[in-house]
């Protein structure tokens, strides 16, 4: 069992940056490939960004085109997402996830995850 806690969400203007960390408890975090998903309003969840479990396979959601970047530092079993240049737009709950399975690669549908955190709230707004 993984355990997932986000942090580093908040209410910022057009053009600021956040980064969001999660944190998951347990040794087998290294071996988990991982996302971040978001959910906006009204809308359906979807894929912000992925990577492997060795972190040196990332992938992004179209929309961020290169305002965002995935990292990990299995060491402190976290997972971040630095998001740079915020829209409106990006406002959402935000989700890490864990696939859950062994050294598997990471995803884009969230069907494929098998544990997630409680999420974050982006808000951005002038």
């Known amino acids: 069992q993984v355990q997932l806690v986000e942090s580093g969400g908040g209410s910022v203007q057009p053009g600021d940056s956040l980064k969001l960390s999660c944190t998951a408890s347990?040794?087998?975090?290294?071996?988990?490939?991982m996302g971040w998903f978001r959910q906006p309003p009204g809308k359906k969840r979807e894929f912000v960004a992925g990577i492997s479990w060795s972190g040196g396979i990332t992938n992004y959601g179209d929309f961020v085109k290169g305002r965002f970047t995935i990292s990990r530092d299995n060491d402190k079993n976290t997972v971040y997402l630095q998001m740079n240049d915020l829209k409106s737009e990006d406002t959402a709950v935000y989700y890490c996830a864990a696939r859950g399975t062994l050294f598997d690669s990471y995803s884009t549908q969230a069907a494929d995850y098998a544990y997630w955190g409680q999420g974050t709230q982006v808000t951005v707004s002038s």
């Open positions: 347990g040794r087998a975090f290294s071996t988990y490939a």
